[in-house]
């Protein structure tokens, strides 16, 4: 199976932290591959117009081995990288050990180790949000994002060539169309950035793709490249501004009412059993009120 088809069928099957089998198998062959990826700056770029980080506080969801904490670190008030891989934890927290407004801690998409409203910022570079699936993670960025706060996600284009090419050859059943259409139906904003790639040595480029694709696909790419250049690989970047003060009108992304659409006759008789209750307990305690009885129950309990 092939790394990117292994991430996106964990995210769909709701595993609580997806594995990266590149970057956890791979740490130092994953690192040449962050320092190749959009040399001219491009995706920083449109991110920081997009978003702005400087004297906020920033969570980096899946931050593997810390490769983009010291940027945020350079502006931001405090940058806390979250990884669900024991290993990784530990190189991310080495290498932002001298820096005291960072912190790295073990979590997940799912469950983030951060207060509520605590963060402004949430970045996602390539982890957890592929698409359907990702929903329980929305919902938990939903949580720690403060009112007016982003969330943002980078991922890659599937359908740009050449590297779209070849995730589609091993992943030929993943619907480009439809991850859109769930990140636009959960509010996202969509811009598309052309990155250009550029590895030291072509043995850097032979083994990223090598640990990025399955071995026959990997084969095929590695004959398709000329040099040590990938060149005009689009990223996806998608931001979502938390605006809404009470986060219990989305369910993971998605308005109340299409949730409960969805939810169908299950969800719907619990609501309205749920607002009898209530109902009826008001109605019973002003009717004990009418009758007389004390304010004060004899615990000591107010009614």
Not at 246 to 251: E, I, S, T
Not at 277 to 300: D, M, S, T
């Amino acid at each position: 199976m092939s790394r990117v088809r292994e991430r996106i069928a964990a995210s769909r099957r709701g595993a609580d932290s997806l594995p990266s089998p590149n970057i956890w198998r791979w740490p130092e062959v994953y690192e040449v591959e962050n320092r190749a990826q959009d040399v001219t700056g491009a995706l920083w770029r449109t991110l920081a117009e997009l978003v702005d980080w400087a004297g906020r506080d920033v969570v980096d969801i899946g931050c593997g081995s810390g490769f983009h904490l010291p940027r945020f670190a350079e502006t931001a008030r405090r940058v806390t990288g979250v990884e669900p891989h024991e290993p990784l934890v530990r190189l991310a927290g080495s290498r932002m050990a001298d820096n005291p407004a960072v912190t790295v801690v073990a979590g997940s998409a799912q469950r983030i180790p951060l207060p509520d409203a605590s963060v402004e910022v949430a970045h996602a570079r390539t982890a957890y949000f592929f698409g359907p699936g990702c929903e329980p993670g929305l919902v938990e960025a939903d949580r720690v994002l403060a009112p007016g706060g982003v969330l943002a996600i980078v991922d890659l284009d599937v359908r740009h060539r050449p590297y779209g090419k070849w995730m589609r050859a091993d992943l030929p059943s993943y619907d480009a169309g439809a991850t859109d259409r769930f990140f636009a139906d959960a509010g996202f904003e969509c811009r598309r950035v052309e990155t250009r790639w550029r590895f030291e040595t072509r043995a850097d480029l032979e083994a990223v793709l090598g640990i990025e694709f399955s071995a026959s696909v990997a084969a095929r790419a590695v004959a398709e490249v000329v040099g040590r250049y990938l060149k005009l690989t689009e990223s996806r970047l998608r931001k979502l501004q938390r605006t809404l003060k009470k986060p219990w009108k989305r369910v993971a992304g998605r308005p109340l009412r299409a949730w409960l659409a969805g939810a169908g006759l299950v969800v719907l008789p619990l609501v309205i059993a749920c607002f009898g209750l209530v109902a009826w307990g008001i109605h019973r305690r002003r009717a004990k009120a009418g009758c007389g009885e004390p304010k004060i129950h004899k615990e000591g309990v107010k009614p």
